[in-house]
């Protein structure tokens, strides 16, 4: 299987979790030694939006605030990368050729942001391209895709499915609730439509539920 992880900021880096984050790194050894190829994304989290809110009071501009941003989820990636050891990449790669260049080598990539105007999950979604992927998993602080944002409204429905389609009229619709939107930026979603790639978003404060999507059990929502 060839994977790319994204694991959100707000699970391992909102506040920083340092046992989940070797959790983490047990998993994607474990992976490895599977024969499995892996990259993943991380983001940020607070601390990143911390920095950013820095930045804008600072009157920075907008790719600026995002550079702060990438600084952090760099960081981030940096100390998940440290506890690989020699499983993983020499470095945090700082573009989608770089990492296709340790993927290729049999190293474990980890990374963060690329450039100013995305997001992780765009980065998540250039890789799979890249590397051709099999499966994109996005390990978030939600169970999956819910019909409605469930940190709002407690009769929100997860899903056990959804196609490509009717997520991005889900983005588009203007009366969809705010939080969808954080279940998979729509740029990811333009790049994953390209070339159909299992993607699927579960909880990630348990990395055992990446394990359980790679053996192709269901867990979290299905995106086909
Ligand atoms: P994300 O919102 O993608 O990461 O990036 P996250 O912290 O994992 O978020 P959750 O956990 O899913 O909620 C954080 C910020 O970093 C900047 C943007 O400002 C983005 O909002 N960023 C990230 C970039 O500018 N470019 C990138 O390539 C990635």
Known sequence: ?????????????????????????????????????????????????????????????????????????????????????????????????????????????VMGGLKPGMTTDAVAALLVERIGANLLVKATDQDGIFTRDPRKHR???KLDMIDLDDLTRFLESEKHEAGIHQVLDPEAIRILKKRKTRTVVLNGFNPNNVLLAVKGKKIGTLIE
Not at 12 to 19: E, K, L, N, Y
Not at 25 to 47: I, N, P, W
Not at 60 to 82: F, N, T, Y
């Open 155 to 157: 009769n929100a429905r």
């Open 1 to 109: 299987m060839k994977l790319v992880l994204r694991i959100g900021g707000s699970v391992v880096a909102s506040p920083f979790d340092p046992a989940l984050l070797s959790g983490y790194a047990d998993l994607l050894m474990k992976l490895k030694q599977e024969g499995h190829v892996v990259a993943v994304v991380v983001g940020g989290g607070s601390l990143a939006r911390e920095m950013i809110k820095v930045a804008k009071e600072m009157k920075l501009k907008e790719p600026k605030q995002d550079e702060v941003a990438i600084s952090v989820s760099r960081l981030v990636a940096q100390l998940l990368l440290m506890k690989l050891g020699e499983a993983g990449a020499r470095k945090v790669p700082v573009s989608i050729k770089e990492a296709a260049d340790f993927v290729k080598n049999g190293k474990v990539v």
